[in-house]
């Protein structure tokens, strides 16, 4: 496998904490209830570099990210204060043979396609749009909906888990999530979440049909997020796919480096896996434009394929952006107060 070039953009970071506990800058943030910070992150991480801005990090990211289309559009979902899209709804798309794409616009589900049915990544927000958009559209892609024998729902928030439990009660399907979100779901509970059904395990292996999907905990932005490692096909081509389980990230200090820590395990995990596939559930990464790509040009390169070497940059990109929101986050609670 070949390396990213740029995959040194990390070598500053086990400098960064001893930067930010400097005593003077250690009491400011311990009254603010952060001197527990430096256990929390484990040795090597990195929290807040002292007198640096989160927008210097900024910046690196969107040098990294130079003309690239994928990456610019990551930063851009990650720079403070944007808002988020609410784009129209595109029309459904195998992505890949086996992977077809489902989508209200703003967020997405993806159905992987196997010889015994259908393993579903996330289920929409509601049961109206899984019995007017999913179940319609897998049918338009030549999918049968009531094969669906999975629902892995990537984290706890509505928009992802929305139409689980009808598609549990019209086609028997059982719905995974992380034990974090299940708890998330059973404290806060909202409307239309699903029967408490499978826990997923850190690493797990999900098999059906000859086709195994590895789901990763990637804690950040909700404490269960789970990010899938998923293999498709293009007629013989293989690739191997990921998708990160939720961008947006949380506000304190301790959560981002949750966060920040998911980012750099699943980095590995993909290097390992050779994953040279990106996807996303929400119009954070240019999918949208990349599915109307590879609708306009059906045998051409599959915009979806990045090679490994892209997809590490583009998760050096989303680290480099973490840093600087812990940065900024980290400064606030200091009051703004460099060295």
Partial sequence: MTSSPHNDNDNDSDNDLAGLLSRRRFARLGAFGLAGVAGALGPGSTAVAAGRDGQDYYDRARALAGSDPVLLALVTALTPDVEFPRPPAPEPLRIFDNLAFVSTG????????????????????SPAD??????PGLRELGADPETIKYVVVTHGHDDHFGGAQYLA????????????DW?????????????????????QRLTLGGTTIRLHHTPGHTAGTVSPIIPVRSGSE????????????PGTVPELCTYRASVRSFRNRMRDAKVDV????H???????????????PDGVNPFVLGEPRAQRFMAVLDLMLRGRIADAGRALSGGVGE
Avoid at 278 to 281: G, I, K, Q
């Fill in 106 to 125: 703003w967020v997405s589900a993806m159905a992987v396609l196997t010889d015994d049915g259908i393993v579903l990544i996330d289920a929409l927000t």
């Fill in 130 to 135: 899984a019995e007017g958009v999913l179940v």
């Fill in 169 to 180: 009660d019209r086609c028997g399907a059982r719905v995974l999530m992380a034990p974090a």
């Fill in 183 to 203: 708890d998330l779901i059973a404290r806060t509970r909202p409307d239309n979440a699903p029967t408490r059904d499978l826990d997923i395990v850190d690493g």
């Fill in 238 to 249: 293989r690739h191997t796919a990921m998708l990160w389980g939720g961008v947006n990230p």
């Fill in 278 to 281: 990106e996807l996303s559930n």
């Fill in 283 to 297: 119009p954070n990464d240019y999918g949208l434009q990349r599915v109307e790509q590879l609708r306009s040009r």
